[in-house]
């Protein structure tokens, strides 16, 4: 399983953009990268997920660079209730996945 | 289309007791996932079942185990508990096998071993 690693937190201000950079170095050919959301007392929700490029939908925009050793999620315009734990997933599709320490998100107004 | 749901929410249980949690997925889902929360170890994964099979196993020990039935509902079961078996246990559904693809977690259960 490829290894990643992202900043244990960051803070940021309401209406701003937060850009959370995940590095995975061993990634492989077939692996995808996965983003959740995580409430507190709450399960993981999927955000966005791609292979290569930039990938976006209604919720945030996933820049994946040409050699794929890192990705940046973008959340645009945070607000209060953007405060999360946000992960960082590297896999196969069919395969297994490992949650690491996530990144603490704080917005504050 | 409801969510995933997991029974009970809540939970208190002994040390050397066994506790059973439920977990029915979203409707025409066919895989279901285990995961185990704690503070200190973060969220691991436990198992997957699709097509009432185990397909997957994470590094969890024997005590640990789980089933799934002809409508894709799963339950697991934790024999001997432990204090260290205190935790946020969450169950996931996705519509094909492998972690890999869009989850859908429950709310989880919070099982607490004294």
């Known amino acids: 399983l490829a290894k990643t690693t992202q900043p244990i937190s960051m803070d940021s201000y309401e209406g701003q953009e937060v850009n959370i950079t995940c590095s995975h170095n061993?990634?492989?050919?077939?692996?995808?990268i996965t983003w959740y959301q995580q409430f507190p007392s709450q399960g993981p929700r999927f955000i966005i997920q791609g292979y290569k490029t930039k990938v976006t939908n209604e919720v945030a925009s996933l820049f994946i660079p040409a050699d794929r050793k890192s990705s940046t999620l973008s959340l645009p315009r945070v607000s209060l209730s953007d405060t999360a734990v946000y992960y960082c997933?590297?896999?196969?599709?069919?395969?297994?996945?490992?949650f690491g320490a996530g990144t603490t998100v704080t917005v504050r107004a | 289309k409801a969510g995933v749901t997991q029974t009970p929410r809540y939970l208190i249980k002994t040390r050397g007791q066994q506790v059973t949690l439920s977990c029915s997925p979203i409707?025409?889902?066919?895989?279901v996932s285990w995961y185990q929360q704690t503070p200190g170890q973060g969220l691991q994964f436990l198992f997957e079942y699709f097509s009432e099979t185990q397909r997957n196993k994470g590094n969890f020990p024997g005590r640990f185990s789980g089933r799934q039935f002809s409508n894709s509902r799963s339950e697991m079961n934790v024999s001997t508990l432990e204090l260290g078996d205190s935790a946020l246990y969450l169950c996931?559904?996705?519509?094909?096998?492998?972690?890999?693809?869009?989850?859908?977690f429950g709310p989880g259960t919070r099982l607490t071993v004294t």
């Open positions: 061993n990634i492989a050919t077939n692996d995808y």
């Open positions: 996931a559904s996705s519509l094909l096998v492998g972690q890999g693809h869009e989850q859908y």
């Open positions: 409707s025409g889902h066919r895989s």
């Open positions: 997933l590297v896999g196969v599709r069919g395969g297994k996945l490992s």
